[in-house]
């Protein structure tokens, strides 16, 4: 167990929804990280945070969205979802930003739109 | 971001060392060198990370060359359990994984 703490497990839903994924980072970690992972496809990483800011971005899309809360929660919002956006999506954090610390991943919520 | 490159997959027997290759001649001085794995399509685990001086931790060994272009991650007796995708990480700002190494261990 990571300490990372991601709801849902699982999710269905349809095209043109929208979902909000939850993470909650382990106890005292600042850092927060999203990834998108689609079947046999690698990491591709979404956005970092950092404290409630936004540290680093990736290949974000527009209709996806993130936020760090005050209590160092995250949520990851995607919008409009299409067929190709069903995929596991994974958060890390640490406790600063690597590269003083590693990142700690949880189990990760699969999407399945339908 | 200094781009890595790993062979997609390796074998090794149960019990023997495997020694995982990464390439990053485009690694620049303040930049550090992690190692995580994926087994299955669980979260990805932190094994490793250094950034000159060979590592040594619990579950491997991070051996990089002195002009810092490559390493090699070391697991000293593998197991089953070991099989999974093992990537080499350059980290800049970003911790941005690559493809690979699918690690398959047979008895």
């Known amino acids: 167990d990571s300490g990372v703490t991601q709801t849902p497990k699982h999710l269905i839903t349809a095209t043109g929804q929208r979902v909000t994924l939850r993470c909650s980072p382990r106890s005292g970690d600042l850092s927060v990280y999203w990834y998108q992972q689609s079947l046999d496809q690698g990491l591709q990483f979404l956005i970092q945070y950092y404290n409630g800011e936004e540290r680093a971005k990736g290949n974000i899309l527009e209709r996806f969205s993130a936020q760090q809360f005050p209590d160092l929660h995250s949520e990851l919002n995607l919008s409009s979802l299409e067929l190709g956006d069903s995929a596991l999506y994974f958060c890390?954090?640490?406790?600063?930003?690597?590269?003083?610390?590693?990142?700690?991943f949880g189990q990760g919520t699969r999407l399945t739109v339908v | 971001d200094a781009k890595t490159t790993q062979p997609p997959s390796m074998d090794c027997a149960e019990g023997r060392a495997a020694n995982l290759p990464c390439n990053h001649s485009t690694i620049s001085g303040n930049e550090y060198v992690y190692w995580y794995r994926q087994i299955h399509s669980q979260g990805p685990q932190y094994i490793i990370h250094g950034l000159k001086n060979n590592e040594t931790n619990e579950m491997a060994s991070l051996i990089i060359t002195e002009d810092r272009k490559s390493s090699t991650l070391i697991l000293p007796h593998a197991t089953l359990r070991d099989t999974a995708v093992y990537y080499c990480i350059v980290y800049t700002d970003k911790l941005i994984f690559g493809t690979g190494t699918r690690l398959q261990v047979f008895p």
């Open positions: 890390a954090s640490s406790e600063w930003t690597v590269p003083s610390t590693e990142a700690f």
